[in-house]
């Protein structure tokens, strides 16, 4: 129809949160799922996606204003005894009120998965979910090429992927054993533990008779085999 005009529907939107912790209303910022586009994904899982200005890595985290409480959907609800006088004194007593709401920078939305990192361990959250937050802050240094910082996080993430694995932390999620035992293996290759990294991925494949997730014992199969191919390329060159 002539004259009509076309509004552009923006790809963020405000979600109004609840604090875990306080209770407080705020406001946060989200992306609509259908501006997502993931072009790929890296052997770790990192999503490409298609419109480098959206990146809805950047809003995993909800920061509450008021008690300084961060935490993402992959947090419990339940605090056990004496956790929110501990949080209370070690995180609300030196917050100094900000909101995270807005459009986030790089550095912002590091800073909030830092702030979750410290309310997950205070709460004592899964190793699993602490994990797959220090995973996600080597996916922004990695989209930035900031290798450094980017296998820092990487090492951080692996460890406590270990750990998890070791205390079961996985059952009862999303994340199947083969799946954390597969991220093992690909963050230790990253971080040239190659033993670590060996022992994982063989575990991966020998696993192959009882996994439901054929897609990831591909990915194994064609990561030991991109490291044999490796590995034989740098002995020709040595």
Request: aromatic share 10%.
């Amino acid at each position: 129809m002539k004259g009509m005009n076309i509004v552009e529907i923006s790809p963020f939107y405000e979600k109004r949160m609840q604090c875990l912790l306080c209770k407080e209303h705020f406001p946060t910022t989200r992306i609509r799922s259908r501006q997502v586009r993931v072009s790929q994904h890296d052997s770790d899982f990192r999503p490409i996606y298609i419109n480098k200005e959206i990146n809805p890595i950047f809003y995993n985290v909800a920061v509450c204003p008021q008690c300084g409480f961060a935490y993402t959907d992959d947090f419990s609800p339940y605090f056990g005894p004496g956790v929110k006088e501990k949080i209370a004194k070690n995180i609300t007593a030196k917050w100094r009120s900000r909101s995270f709401g807005h459009l986030r920078s790089k550095e912002e939305a590091v800073q909030t998965y830092k702030l979750a990192y410290l309310s997950a361990n205070f709460k004592k959250e899964k190793h699993l979910t602490i994990a797959g937050m220090m995973l996600r802050i080597a996916w922004i240094y990695r989209e930035s090429k900031e290798t450094e910082n980017e296998m820092r996080y990487i090492r951080i993430a692996r460890d406590l992927y270990i750990q998890a694995f070791s205390e079961g932390d996985h059952v009862g999620t999303q994340m199947s054993e083969t799946r954390v035992q597969y991220l093992i293996a690909e963050l230790s290759w990253r971080i040239e533990d190659r033993p670590e990294a060996i022992r994982n991925f063989s575990r991966v494949i020998e696993a192959q008779k009882r996994s439901t997730e054929p897609n990831i014992i591909q990915l194994a199969k064609d990561r030991w085999q991109e490291i044999r191919e490796d590995e034989a390329t740098n002995t020709l060159a040595k």
